[in-house]
């Protein structure tokens, strides 16, 4: 009787460890940029009207402020524990950012779909020289017209210096994902 309960009392605790995070009874503090999704909340950020990227940016990368839950308490950059309230910043997220130098993905299909046909979509994206065939060939007789606005619509072909284009924020966009050696594959 008495194993059960101390295996049943082990349980618990280890039930309660699981859920709070503490190590053989003692409360172990975590970094505040590890909490879980739901114990802090981030701030949108700022977004500017032109380049529909985030205010900031450097090296690609912006900063928004997050607050921890009320009730939360972690460790902050400098590695002091500190009690949350909800309305004090306790770390800021790191979010990616896009280069965009101009080119807009609304023009850029809507040239595709009306003036495709004339190369109107390649020039305005910074290819010339394929502008100029579709151009002549009245845009491969349609086909290359129709091919080039699906490779424009699902973001493929892109401006010709490699930025992306401005996209609405909140718009669709897409994201590319590629496999190098840095991604981890599971067994």
Same mark, same amino acid.
């Given at each position: 009787?008495?194993?059960?309960?101390?295996?049943?009392?082990?349980?618990?605790?280890?039930?309660?460890? &699981?859920?709070?995070?503490?190590?053989? &009874?003692?409360?172990?503090?975590?970094?505040?940029?590890?909490?879980?999704? &739901?114990?802090?909340?981030?701030?949108?950020?700022?977004?500017?009207?032109?380049?529909?990227?985030?205010?900031?940016?450097?090296?690609?990368?912006?900063?928004?402020?997050?607050?921890?839950?009320?009730?939360?308490?972690?460790?902050?950059?400098?590695?002091?524990?500190?009690?949350?309230?909800? =309305?004090?910043?306790?770390?800021? =997220?790191?979010?990616?950012?896009?280069?965009?130098?101009?080119?807009?993905?609304?023009?850029?299909?809507?040239?595709?779909?009306?003036?495709?046909?004339?190369?109107?979509?390649?020039?305005?994206?910074?290819?010339?020289?394929?502008?100029?065939?579709?151009?002549?060939?009245?845009?491969?007789?349609?086909?290359?017209?129709?091919?080039?606005?699906?490779?424009?619509?699902?973001?493929?072909?892109?401006?010709?210096?490699?930025?992306?284009?401005?996209?609405?924020?909140?718009?669709?966009?897409?994201?590319?994902?590629?496999?190098?050696?840095?991604?981890?594959?599971?067994?």
């Amino acid at each position: 009787m008495a194993a059960s309960r101390r295996r049943a009392a082990w349980l618990f605790d280890f039930f309660l460890c &699981g859920v709070f995070m503490c190590e053989t &009874g003692a409360e172990l503090t975590m970094k505040c940029d590890e909490l879980r999704l &739901g114990q802090y909340i981030c701030e949108d950020p700022e977004i500017n009207n032109v380049t529909q990227e985030p205010l900031g940016c450097t090296n690609s990368t912006a900063y928004a402020p997050c607050f921890p839950a009320p009730n939360i308490t972690c460790k902050d950059y400098s590695g002091n524990e500190t009690y949350f309230t909800g =309305k004090e910043v306790g770390f800021y =997220k790191p979010m990616i950012c896009r280069n965009v130098n101009g080119y807009s993905y609304r023009v850029a299909v809507a040239l595709s779909l009306f003036l495709g046909w004339l190369g109107a979509d390649r020039f305005y994206l910074g290819y010339p020289a394929l502008g100029l065939l579709k151009f002549c060939t009245v845009g491969f007789c349609g086909i290359g017209s129709l091919i080039d606005f699906i490779l424009i619509s699902m973001q493929i072909v892109g401006p010709s210096d490699g930025s992306s284009y401005i996209i609405d924020y909140y718009g669709a966009r897409l994201t590319r994902l590629s496999i190098n050696n840095e991604t981890f594959r599971k067994p």
